[in-house]
């Protein structure tokens, strides 16, 4: 390496790959932060998921089982009171507690709807057996409320008050990576061409960088889809594991899908920066014959 020409040629490789790599971090994380914020921390994609998936039928099913167990608790028999939730009612309830989750209130799923419907319910049903035993249906119905609202307290607030906690945590983070990546990435992309004046091999070193932060934004997103880690999240849930775990799924299906594309982008950005110069060095060697 007698030449500064030749001193260039040998160091641009190695600090382009560099620049690459560091654009691969950034690109993902910029994506990543963007996807968790239209996944995760957007309640209408929640509960779009919830409908598209029949996590709202499930979860009327699921409610039932444990309305009708509570109910059995206060002495109404199991017969007597079936289906006491209804797919409107869980909408409701499912639409204002994640506004509450949103809104980072404590204790924020709000079950007054099912309350009622419980109220309405074993007041018509249990009016005759309750002037038999001597027990006023009010009676009935509030002690089936206390059961559901105990039940609710002990078990199901404590998990929505962890969410509420990780979605304030992943809000407060999320924005603010999502824009000093973005920044930071367009600032290393402007570089990457930048140093190697426009020439073909620096769109390839991009492209390479797009490529391989797809990849960062697929692969752990692959890995956990097939992992027994979400599955032991969705069991926290107890009850509603089976809604929990079909919502981690797709949720990082989205992450799966956008960065498989994105890997997909930046590869054909490579092949073809390889395969120009043959095909203009070809027709050049046409021309002059």
């Known amino acids: 390496m007698n030449s500064r020409t030749e001193l260039y040629a040998y160091k641009l490789p190695k600090r382009s790959r560099f620049l690459t790599f560091l654009l691969a971090l950034l690109l993902a994380t910029f994506v990543g932060t963007w996807l968790v914020q239209s996944t995760v921390l957007d309640d209408r994609f929640v509960q779009r998921d919830l409908e598209q998936s029949d996590g709202y039928d499930e979860f009327t099913t699921q409610l039932n089982v444990v309305l009708n167990t509570q109910a059995q608790k206060a002495g109404v028999p199991q017969s007597v009171l079936t289906n006491i939730a209804t797919k409107a009612n869980v909408k409701q309830v499912i639409s ?3 506004d509450h989750v949103y809104q980072h209130q ?3 799923i709000d079950v007054q709807p099912i309350l009622d419907e419980i109220n ?4 018509e049903k249990m009016a005759g057996a309750a002037a038999v035993s001597g027990v006023s249906a009010t009676a009935i119905s509030e002690s089936v409320q206390s059961n559901f609202k105990d039940y609710v307290t002990q078990r199901a607030q404590p998990i929505a008050n962890r969410a ?3 979605i304030a945590a992943l809000q407060s983070g999320a924005k603010s990576a999502m824009i000093v990546s973005g920044v930071l990435a367009l600032i290393v992309t402007i570089a990457i061409l930048f140093r190697s004046h426009g020439h073909l091999h620096g769109w390839r070193y991009l492209f390479w960088g797009i490529f391989w932060g797809g990849v960062l934004v697929a692969l752990p997103g692959a890995i956990l889809r097939f992992s027994d880690l979400i599955v032991n999240i ?5 009850s509603f594991s089976s809604i929990m775990l079909t ?3 797709d949720t990082l299906m989205v ?3 956008i960065g498989g594309l994105l890997a997909g982008v930046g590869l054909l950005g490579v092949l073809l920066c390889i395969a120009l110069p043959s095909f203009f060095h070809r027709n050049r060697g046409y021309q002059s014959h």
């Open 96 to 98: 204002t507690s994640l």
């Open 106 to 108: 404590t204790d924020p």
């Open 120 to 123: 309405a319910q074993v007041r």
């Open 164 to 166: 509420v906690k990780l």
């Open 234 to 238: 969705a069991e926290t849930t107890r």
């Open 247 to 249: 919502f981690i799924s």
């Open 255 to 257: 992450f799966i899908r």
